[in-house]
């Protein structure tokens, strides 16, 4: 009897095989077909040989249907490995998570440098396995990959909620399926301080607890009246963790807020801030005023709770924050004015690169590294620390030209709080709008960066952020399924020319999914419109993952059914109405009813142009956002506004001939908390040439404030060919605010006449 290992993926005939790529995510670099087929045993005779640890893992994740036995004499042995000994030097480095996997008619041979590459091997084996079971045989062929980037991250925030030891043992086994190899650990904030250290007790007894917590939309201002916590890790529940992920190949990085996100710890020991407090927990989400002081005791404070992090925690990096820290209270203290001129610093910003650099030279003679994000780049970057880009690429790239090593995670394409569908038929989100292929179409080298540069550029990391993620069912529903978007993009095999193909393969893996239980979004079968300029106004293009044969919509506000209109070409959108669709299958509803309304007016779908770009986080659609028919949504910040922080919005309309109008309208954005600002004044022109424009119309920070930022103005009868609106930004963030001395920012939606 043939008895053999593990097992492969399984089609009815090579010619099926070739039409059919492999369901792995992520695809490998190189798959090249063989001749002959193997047939998949009930049971499995292992190679003594085989690293034990990766597969014990393999048979626990795919044993519950084939029994497994380690090979004793005299046994036909079909699944060979080999582990060669690391070879020396760089190289060691580059082949490390390198492997190749054979399959002939009558084994399976796994060929690594590493048991991180064996166990590498192992994910893609369980998925081909996962695909084909039913199927029973598996086409001969040979596998070779590694990834592209080193760094292949996924971050869980357990300060604005906690999840347990389990959960988070379940989040690294999510990782370790997709080859992802960091799991970044948010472990302090101003919301909750989660991580025991023996020497300073009260910031668990303290910090890891809260009198109530916001809800719903941030707007709201609404709490739930509930204590939240006390809830932490203690540290043999932190090194069961850690173990845990070293078992799976994946180092866990921990984060440790400072200087700002502090208000946790500060509650705890309130004599680390620049003022006596009283301070608590912070119950709403956003940024805060009172931040850590850069005086001795802080210091001290900070580098006794650093020795018991890093005594947790082998990774070669400490994430030590860094970001959205106020400079307010370190301007109002005497203290840190002082600092600012004993060290000759030109600002604050220069005291919060002294921070930086003094932390990160205590952290370095450990024998470990910094990384944080992108903020810590003001003032100067510290000598050895890697920064961290989630405010868009420039961080990156600034880090990168300076021969600093950088991981990127815009927030435009890797923050998974943010919505990844429609809003109205999505659980409430923190914003944005990030779908699935806006994921897989992300490249983390910048383009202006040269080959020399690119090396700086470690790999990706995705951002799962808990503000609006109450438990680990929606954990596994705001990653699933863009995390594998983000594995193969980490991987370096994703082709945003063949997203569909990419979407097959991520259909089939819900099968796998949902046989795990976890409950994962399948906004991918709904609807999603797209508005096209067409014939002097706009168009709404409709689309689904399915057959675009079974997309029905209306256009009078009633749902659709499957006796509505068929969609076949971009619908024209005249006048103001709302467009509906569905996608039905078999004379069934399958997806959720997407529903879009169209405000039209003369500017509607006109050629715009724009002085200063957007932020890449809140760009999406570019200046055709403000034409587009489309009255901002307040949930959907990155995809119904443009935002623009620290700058001026100039808007350049031509309506093609000249317009009579009487009337403009635009509306900008109120929320404090996330530094959005109303815009502090506008200016209306009008021209026939595009070079000498007419003021019109002013529009003072008073009348905006009145209105709330929904500005709707006459502007008496017009008849011209350019309309030029420009909103100015609030600029500096006052004393007072959240985010103060910070770079505002401005959101703006349509801007439309009548």
Sequence with gaps: MIRTFLVFFVLISNVIFAQNKLNVIPYPQKVQLLQGEFLIPKSFVLNGNLPKEETDYFKKRIGSQLKFQYAQKGDDIHLTNSIISPVSGGEAEQKKEYYSIEISPKQIHIKSYTKQGYFLALQTLAQIFEQYKEVGKIPAMKIEDQPKFAWRGMHLDVSRHFFTVDEVKQYIDYLAMYKLNIFHWHLTDDQGWRIEIKKYPKLTQIGSKRKESMIGAYVDHTFDGKPYGPYFYTQEQIKDVVKYAQDRHITVVPEIEMPGHALAALSAYPELACTKGPFEPATKWGVFDDVFCPKDETFAFLENVLDEVIKLFPSRYIHIGGDECPKTRWKECAHCQELIKKNNLKDEHGLQSY???????????????????????????????????????????????????????????????????????????????????????????????????????????????????????????????????????????????????????????????????????????????????????????????????????TLDGTNPSIHSEKYQNAVQIPNSLTVKSAYFQDGQLKSAVSSQQFIISKTTGKNITLEQQPSENYSFGGAFTLVDGIIGNVKQLGKTWLGFQGKDVVATIDFGQKTAFSEVYFNTLENKGSWIHLAKSAKIFVSDDNKNFKLIKEIETSEIQKANGKIKVNVGTQNAKYLKVTIENAGIIPAGNPGADSKAWLFVDEIGVN
């Design 355 to 553: 921070f930086i650099h003094r932390i990160e030279k205590y952290v370095n003679s450990k024998g470990r590294k910094i990384i944080g994000w992108d903020e810590i780049l003001e003032g100067g970057l510290a000598p050895n620390a890697a920064v961290m880009s989630w405010t868009g690429v420039n961080g990156g790239i600034e880090a990168a030209k300076s021969k600093h090593f950088a991981v990127m995670t815009p927030g435009s394409f890797c923050y998974f709080d943010h919505y990844q569908g429609d809003p109205q038929s999505e659980p409430n989100a923190f914003g944005g709008f990030t779908p699935l292929e806006k994921v897989y179409s992300y490249n983390p080298v910048p383009s202006e960066l040269n080959a020399e540069q690119a090396q700086y550029i470690m790999g990706v990391q995705a951002n799962l952020w808990t503000e609006y993620i109450l438990d680990f069912k929606q954990v596994q529903y705001m990653i699933f399924p863009r995390l594998m978007a983000l594995s193969e993009v980490g991987w370096g095999t994703s082709d945003p020319k063949n997203y569909k193909e990419f979407e097959n393969r991520v259909i089939s893996q819900f099968k796998v999914l949902d046989d795990m239980k976890v409950n994962y979004a399948r906004s991918i079968y709904n609807i999603t419109g797209k508005v096209i300029p067409s014939n002097n106004g706009i168009a709404y293009e409709l689309s689904t993952s399915q057959n675009p044969n079974g997309i029905r919509y």
